[in-house]
Nanobody, 126 residues
Framework: VQLQASGGGLVQAGGSLRLSCAAS????????MGWFRQAPGKEREFVAA????????YYPDSVRGRFTVSRDNAKNTVYLQMNSLKPEDTAVYYC????????????????????WGQGTLVTVSS
């Protein structure tokens, strides 16, 4: 099983980035997919989740309205479109897969994640 994240980089505050995470070795459509982030010295934080069918999504207040998660099951890929970026969004972003075909109505729990991507660094300058 491999989750390969990409798309991170350096962007000015107010800018946008699009992260991608390509999955291999799994039946992608059986998984709830999500994104977490971890800033230096902080715990890993939930950012977004999307159900297997893309029928439901969930975001924490910190990113709701600025970030959009989507997926393409034909390409085994999940995306995170990040707009209006702020310096406090600076972190390593990780994609995550949880074996579940249930409705997404709350944050993903790190202890329930089955597979993690390797992380991609997003740096937002002020």
């Amino acid at each position: 099983v491999q989750l390969q994240a990409s798309g991170g980089g350096l962007v000015q505050a107010g800018g946008s980035l699009r992260l991608s995470c390509a999955a291999s070795g799994v039946t992608f459509s059986r998984y709830k997919m999500g994104w977490f982030r971890q800033a230096p010295g902080k715990e890993r934080e939930f950012v977004a989740a999307i159900s297997w069918s893309a029928g439901s999504r969930y975001y924490p207040d910190s990113v709701r309205g600025r970030f959009t998660v989507s997926r393409d099951n034909a390409k085994n890929t999940v995306y995170l479109q990040m707009n209006s970026l702020k310096p406090e969004d600076t972190a390593v972003y990780y994609c995550a897969a949880e074996l579940s075909q249930s409705y997404v109505g709350r944050a993903m729990d790190v202890v329930r994640v089955d597979h993690w991507g390797q992380g991609t660094l997003v740096t937002v300058s002020s």
